[in-house]
């Protein structure tokens, strides 16, 4: 049993040390792109998720693209800027909010999009009082289950 509770300890102590390297390069990154974001007024024709090699993305992008994620599918959007049309990465809550052939101010970094400004963005559908119940008995039938 002695031996259980060891094994587990260290178990727990490497995953808490391979956190916080993880938290610390998830930092410097962050700090890199608030470093070199602008503002920028795009047009957005068209968002999907592809995979990197399917992507019209410029070939230094694609090297320094890490291996784990050129397989999976990242969510890209195709946009108007100025008078060129470019392949654009951007954050997963930035995919979902981001409305389709409309004009739309965004930070980016690079080939990054970071965040939206301003832009006529997508009211989130309104909720009937028949949806509201049926909220409510599944966060109470949730409690009870807990």
């Known amino acids: ?45 068209d968002k999907k998720k592809d995979k990197p090699e399917n992507l019209k993305l410029p070939k230094q992008i ?3 693209i890490p291996k784990m994620y050129q397989k999976r599918k ?12 470019q392949t654009l990465m951007c954050d997963e809550n ?5 409305p389709i052939k409309k004009q739309v101010k965004v930070e ?7 965040g939206i400004v301003s832009g006529k963005l997508a009211q989130p559908e309104k909720i009937g009082f028949k949806q509201k119940m049926q909220n409510k008995l ?3 039938q949730n409690k009870n289950n807990e």
């Open 94 to 98: 930035v995919y979902n909010n981001i």
């Open 62 to 64: 694609k090297e320094q």
């Open 1 to 45: 049993m002695l031996i259980w509770v060891i094994v587990i300890g260290l178990a727990l102590f490497g995953l808490h040390i391979w956190g916080k390297r993880l938290k610390k390069r998830y930092d410097e990154q962050q700090q890199l792109i608030n470093q070199y974001k602008q503002t920028v007024q795009i047009f957005v024709i």
């Open 74 to 85: 990242m969510p890209v959007i195709i946009a108007k800027i100025g008078s060129q049309i």
């Open 138 to 140: 599944k966060n109470i």
């Open 108 to 114: 980016m970094a690079g080939v990054l999009v970071v």
